[in-house]
C-alpha cells in the first residue's frame, strides 16, 4: 500500500541551527501539506504546496520555515535558527485533491525535532 | 478564526459499550468533515469522512453530520481497548486547503 515516508524519525538539534526536514509524497497525490503537533497539543498546520508553489500558509509558518519540491519525489521543510518552541512532532501529508472535496490525508509517521 | 472544538476527555467506556464522540466547528460552509485516530506517538489515521447531513456507517464507526448546528460526531459500537486512542475531528473549511483539527478527545476502553 502507497504510503507517505519521512526522514529523519527523530532529530536533535542546538539551538540557532538550520534543519531540514524530508518527505517523499504517495506518487499520484498533487497537494502537499506539512502539520506539527507540540507535545500534547492539537495537530497544527503550516503549509500546504500545490503546483511547485505554497498554496496556503498558517500564521506559524513565517519566514523562518520553507518549503521545496526538490525533484519529483521529494518534498522537504526547511526551519532556519531554530528556537526551543520549535521541537515538535513535524507531520508531512498529502491528497489526491484538496479544497472542496472529501479526500483524506494521507500521513507520514512524523519527524520528530527536538531542540536544546 | 476557524476553530473546532472536542472535549478533550478522557472519555472512559467499558468494553463493548457505545462511545460517542462529538465535535463542533466554526466555519459554517465548512464541506467535509474527518475522524482520525491518533494512537500515542503516531500519526492520525483516518477512521471515516462525512459531507452529507445524516449518518453514515462503517463497521463499528457511525459518524454524524448536522451542518445547521456545526456538529460532527462519531459513535463506536462494541469498542474495544484496542479503540483507546486520541479521536481527531478535522474539518476541510470551504475556502482553505488545509484541515483544521480539533483538540482531540482521549478515549480509554477499559477491559
Known amino acids: 500500500e502507497p504510503e507517505v515516508t519521512q526522514t529523519p524519525s527523530h532529530q536533535v538539534t542546538q539551538m540557532g541551527q538550520e534543519v531540514i526536514l524530508r518527505c517523499v509524497p504517495i506518487s499520484n497525490h498533487l497537494y502537499f501539506y506539512w502539520y506539527r503537533q507540540i507535545l500534547g497539543q492539537k495537530v497544527e498546520f503550516l503549509v500546504s504546496?500545490?503546483?511547485?508553489?505554497?498554496?496556503?500558509k498558517s500564521e506559524i509558518f513565517d519566514d523562518q520555515f520553507s518549503v521545496e519540491r526538490p525533484d519529483g519525489s521529494n518534498f522537504t521543510l526547511k526551519i532556519r535558527s531554530t528556537k526551543l518552541e520549535d521541537s515538535a512532532m513535524y507531520f508531512c501529508?498529502?491528497?489526491?485533491?484538496?479544497?472542496?472535496?472529501?479526500?483524506?490525508?494521507?500521513f507520514g509517521e512524523g519527524s520528530r525535532l527536538t531542540v536544546l | 478564526q476557524k476553530e473546532v472544538e472536542q472535549n478533550s476527555g478522557p472519555l472512559s467506556v467499558p468494553e463493548g459499550a457505545i462511545a460517542s464522540l462529538n465535535c463542533t466547528y466554526s466555519d459554517r460552509g465548512s464541506q467535509s468533515f474527518f475522524w482520525y485516530r491518533q494512537y500515542s506517538g503516531k500519526s492520525p489515521e483516518l477512521i471515516m469522512f462525512i459531507y452529507s447531513n445524516g449518518d453514515k456507517e462503517d463497521g463499528r464507526f457511525t459518524a454524524q453530520l448536522n451542518k445547521a448546528s456545526q456538529y460532527v460526531s462519531l459513535l463506536i459500537r462494541d469498542s474495544q481497548p484496542s479503540d483507546s486512542a486520541t479521536y481527531l475531528c478535522?474539518?476541510?473549511?470551504?475556502?482553505?486547503?488545509?484541515?483544521?483539527f480539533g483538540p482531540g478527545t482521549r478515549l480509554s476502553v477499559l477491559p
Open positions: 478535522a474539518v476541510n473549511p470551504p475556502n482553505g486547503q488545509n484541515f483544521v
Open positions: 504546496f500545490y503546483n511547485n508553489e505554497i498554496s496556503e
Open positions: 501529508a498529502s491528497s489526491e485533491a484538496g479544497q472542496g472535496w472529501p479526500s483524506e490525508l494521507f
